[in-house]
């Protein structure tokens, strides 16, 4: 350490910022973390985790109202949805105690309040409640300020009727009806939960289908569902909020703008588009100090991009690495009911000769035994290597599955045999998948022809 106060100070608890805190303190670096809000950021507190909490209430909402297919009589008691958020509240509450504790044994310091900078190596905090400014400074900083939803011209997120995914998590009461602008991942998880739990939905997306950058049956089997379950799904459909008035609640999820307002400029940091901040492969800003990750650098909006690239920047900036980030998979996951996941090989255009197979879970032992028949594995090979490019899996479980596929796809044709996938499981069906691609998979009947 030089002159400044740490090693390295991080900007903001998210999933990149809190990785980065913790890897830089494990690496022996006297290190700060300054956040705004509530440490955990977007992913634990309004993101990944209340989304997963509410879709897996649903979920057991519909294990119990399906019991008789075990031979069970229960019944479900009128659904009191502010019980439900209480309860994800509580649980929310529970990681984010986890998660302060884990900063505190490596003896990291919190520092509450908004952090601007005043150079490249000196930081303004103000604080949450007192109002108070201070000042800190490091030899190294790293940037993991999040992203917030972005608006749309001539809207603003009141909190009452026009609402942000944010709102949309801390709804005590399920509204009558709700319109959703945006078709993406966020859209199509709050449609899911909201109208299992009553809400009746219209989702809306631009584009001539969900999920516009997916595969497009994997997109057409999560509208089929999203129907099933009553949501009005429109498509090619840009003047939905024309008709806003007819709704109690209009929720726009149409993506997330960089929290970037934190005085860039003052350390001569880059941005780039929308404001993201621009970084090369090493998490490294145009300032040899700065490092950005996560949502800020605008490369992946995930929470597992920015956790990696949050161990990658802290390893670069405190050891003596220059270690650059893996982005050669990077799995996909939506939460609709069922789970639609997939991930490709970062080069799986470079590919030609590319033949198909395709599992349906209907033919799954596992999945009848578990009543999850919904859905299919989908698998692309490279017919000349043999070597598996790409997955696509719509069905129970596929948000596990896919961490599983991520790892087939970095494997070679030697490495995948039958003999170590378990039986019964979910996951014979990305091998019996595989297998279909070169008409083996003895699971299927036999293709007319063969
Ligand atoms: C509804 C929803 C569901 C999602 N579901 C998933 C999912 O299932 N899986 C997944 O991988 N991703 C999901 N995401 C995306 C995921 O939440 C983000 O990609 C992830 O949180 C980004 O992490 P981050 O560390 O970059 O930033 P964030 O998690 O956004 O954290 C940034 C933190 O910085 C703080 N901060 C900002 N400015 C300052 C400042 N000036 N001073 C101090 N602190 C500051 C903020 O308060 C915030 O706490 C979801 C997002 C949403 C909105």
């Known amino acids: 350490m030089g002159l400044n106060e740490y090693d390295v100070i991080v900007i903001g608890s998210g999933p990149g910022g809190f990785t980065a805190a913790v890897r830089a303190a494990q690496l022996g670096a006297k290190a700060a973390l300054i956040e705004k809000s509530l440490i955990g950021g977007t992913c634990l507190n309004f993101g990944c985790l209340p989304t997963k909490f509410l879709w897996q209430s649903l979920k057991i909402k519909q294990k119990i109202q399906k019991s008789y297919e075990y031979g069970f009589k229960a019944n479900l008691e009128p659904v009191v949805f502010a019980d439900i958020a209480a309860r994800k509240d509580k649980a929310i509450a529970g990681i984010r105690k986890g998660m302060i504790a884990v900063l505190s044994s490596y003896d990291i310091d919190v520092i509450e309040g908004a952090a601007s900078f005043k150079d490249r190596n000196t930081l303004a905090v103000l604080g949450a409640e007192k109002k108070e400014i201070f000042k800190v400074s490091a030899d190294k900083i790293i940037i993991a300020s999040g992203a917030i939803p972005s608006v749309i011209k001539g809207f603003v997120f009141d909190s009452g009727k026009i609402i942000n995914s944010t709102d949309a998590l801390n709804l005590k009461e399920m509204p009558a009806n709700m319109l959703i602008v945006g078709g993406g991942a966020i859209g199509i998880e709050m449609a899911t939960i909201f109208s299992g739990f009553g809400c009746c939905i219209t989702l809306a997306e631009c584009e001539n289908c969900l999920l516009p950058n997916e595969d497009r049956e994997v997109s057409e089997e999560i509208r089929r569902n999203l129907l099933r379950q009553g949501v009005e799904v429109l498509v090619s459909c840009s003047n939905a909020l024309d008709q806003a008035d007819k709704y109690e609640k209009v929720l726009i999820v149409t993506g997330r703008t960089p929290n970037s307002d934190l005085g860039l400029e003052k ?184």
């Open 267 to 450: 350390a001569g940091v880059k941005t780039i588009k929308r404001g993201f901040i621009e970084t090369d492969e090493f998490c490294r800003t145009n300032v040899s100090n700065i490092y950005a990750v996560g949502d800020i650098a605008g490369k992946n909006l995930l929470a597992y991009a920015a956790q990696n690239e949050g161990a990658v920047a802290a390893e670069n900036a405190i050891g003596k690495s220059s270690i650059a980030v893996d982005n050669s998979v990077i799995p996909q996951v939506v939460f609709s009911m069922p789970q639609s996941s997939s991930v490709k090989a970062s080069d799986f255009l470079r590919y030609k000769d590319v033949i198909f197979g395709k599992f349906p879970f209907a033919a799954s032992g596992r999945a009848f035994i578990e009543n999850e028949r919904a859905g299919f594995v989908k698998c692309a090979v490279d017919k000349t290597t043999k070597k598996p490019l790409a997955f696509w899996i719509v069905g129970s479980h596929s948000d596990e599955l896919i961490n599983i596929a991520s790892q087939v796809i970095k494997s070679s044709a030697e490495q995948i045999s039958r003999g170590s996938i378990f039986h019964p499981s979910f996951s014979e069906s990305l091998f019996n998948a595989y297998e279909d691609a070169f008409d083996k998979c003895v699971e299927l009947t036999k293709k007319s022809g063969n």
